[in-house]
């Protein structure tokens, strides 16, 4: 475990209740993996399925953390990024109450602040959404 649920904030700009990422699981120069539990009151809960947009969010959150460990702060100053674009987004399912996630992302190039990522998200091994992603400032 790189970074646990109790210190995740300090590495991503977002608060609650749009925290969308427990732990950061696993961080290397080019790939960052994170999970994270759907629970009850999550904000993005409809009929007790996870939204897309918490999906996108994940994978956004998950590279914030990882970049932020890796590429920019070294874990020494909090982020401030910005999420650019979103391309090749493919959904294939929805996430529930009580699941856990798992995330991937991997950088595809970067330059000075700009990054390119792909991220998906898994349950179970089996693929949510894939989507890349431009994210600046991080």
Known sequence: MIITKEKIENYIPQRPPFVMIDNLVEASEVMFKSDFKIVRGNIFLDNHYLREFALI???AQTSSAGLAVTKKFMGTKKPDGYL???????????????????????LL????????????????GKMLMECEMKLAGV
């Open 109 to 124: 190039a970067s330059f000075e602040n700009m990054f390119l990522v792909k991220g998906v998200n898994y349950l179970g």
């Open 57 to 59: 969010e994940n994978i």
């Open 84 to 106: 650019g674009a979103i391309s090749k987004l493919k959904l294939y399912e929805l996430p529930k109450l009580n699941d856990t996630i798992y995330t991937v992302i991997h």
